[in-house]
């Protein structure tokens, strides 16, 4: 259709006559309603945004003397943090003489770790830095 002939059927439509493909031969243009067309765009520039974003970093705390209970309740919070696509960083920190005996707090973060394995992975594994041992879990 001839350039005059697509604006005039544009403007009896009260729309706008919107260029699509310029480098087409001939140049493929489209009537629509231009802020409809950038509203739709930017909802989808916004939703493309956020399936992007990987997730908040969400931290749980632990001690290497953890009653059974507890360990459990910080389990079921590593594991909704997971399912709402966090990441988790799982901190043990050593208070005084439990530095001498790294091992037992490794053994929990390696509780920790096991009862979440089917949800989620380990990006980075347990660490000491300092007087607390650090892991870096991500979901699935």
Known sequence: MPLPA???AA??????????????NPPVCRISDVGKLKYE???REKEARKAQRGGVLKEIKLSAKIA???LAVRIQKTRECLEKNNKVKATL??????MQH?????AVMQKLLA???DIGKVESPPRLLGKLLI????PN
Do not use: C, M, Y
């Open 6 to 8: 697509a604006l005039n």
């Open 11 to 24: 403007r009896e439509r009260g729309l706008d006559l919107i260029l699509i493909s310029p480098d087409a």
């Open 41 to 43: 765009e930017s909802k």
């Open 68 to 70: 059974q209970h507890d």
């Open 93 to 98: 920190q050593f208070r005084g003489r439990e």
């Open 102 to 106: 790294t091992e037992l707090g490794r």
């Open 115 to 117: 009862a979440v394995t």
């Open 135 to 138: 892991a870096i879990i991500v």
